[in-house]
T-cell receptor, first 114, second 115 residues
Framework: GAGVSQSPSNKVTEKGKDVELRCDPI?????LYWYRQSLGQGLEFLIY????????KSGLPSDRFSAERTGGSVSTLTIQRTQQEDSAVYLC????????????FGPGTRLTVT | AQKVTQAQTEISVVEKEDVTLDCVYE???????LFWYKQPPSGELVFLIR??????QNEISGRYSWNFQKSTSSFNFTITASQVVDSAVYFC????????????FGKGTMLLVSP
């Protein structure tokens, strides 16, 4: 079946602009996660959704970052007033439920802020 | 707080060599899950294995094997008779069952297998 998809695959933006990154989880997966992979920083957790609610936003690095999920499916990560340090690969993952199930990752969106 | 350490940043081997990737973790929870993911050059993280903290049996899947030792908080991954296609970054990750069960990743080990 279809895996997790993300769009765009690559995004180049100028410093100060807003960007939106999209994630389509695997159908039927109720849990959705956003991670950021920066050079030398490994993978950092950003936010977790269970259904449409985000009980854990502890990883969002600043108030310029926000995310929403609608219909228990598609999620959008928005970064406002982008900075160069926001350049990274943003990965989305989904799982059947939050507790015991493995997370399946999408291919990521490579964001470059110039 | 939980932490995953992959001390090996990069490993280079020649095809057919065996290679072990180390993973050491820290957690205060008694119940947790450990994972290994592979990230090939294409970038997509591929799930390899999940182990729970109650099951210390080693596991073998083809050329892959995993050694979980609770006493040393380690979950090492061995590739036997490595192949060029094994070249990738490998991540070890930990998830507690308390809280919201997000994954804590190590920084990854880049494995380069040359012909």
């Amino acid at each position: 079946g279809a895996g997790v998809s993300q769009s765009p695959s690559n995004k180049v933006t100028e410093k100060g602009k807003d960007v939106e990154l999209r994630c389509d989880p695997i159908s039927g997966h109720t849990a959705l996660y956003w991670y950021r992979q920066s050079l030398g920083q490994g993978l950092e957790f950003l936010i977790y959704f269970q259904g449409n609610s985000a009980p854990d936003k502890s990883g969002l690095p600043s108030d310029r970052f926000s995310a929403e999920r609608t219909g228990g499916s598609v999620s959008t990560l928005t970064i406002q007033r982008t900075q160069q340090e926001d350049s990274a690969v943003y990965l989305c993952a989904s799982s059947l439920a939050r507790q015991t199930y493995e997370q399946y990752f999408g291919p990521g969106t490579r964001l470059t802020v110039t | 707080a939980q932490k995953v350490t992959q001390a090996q940043t990069e490993i280079s081997v020649v095809e057919k060599e065996d290679v072990t990737l180390d993973c050491v973790y820290e957690t205060r929870d008694t119940t947790y899950y450990l994972f290994w993911y592979k990230q090939p050059p294409s970038g997509e993280l591929v799930f390899l294995i999940r182990r729970n903290s109650f099951d210390e049996q080693n596991e073998i899947s083809g050329r892959y094997s995993w050694n979980f030792q609770k006493s040393t908080s380690s979950f090492n991954f061995t590739i036997t008779a490595s192949q060029v296609v094994d070249s990738a970054v490998y991540f070890c990750a930990l998830r507690n069952l308390s809280g919201y069960s997000t994954l804590t990743f190590g920084k990854g080990t880049m494995l380069l297998v040359s012909p």
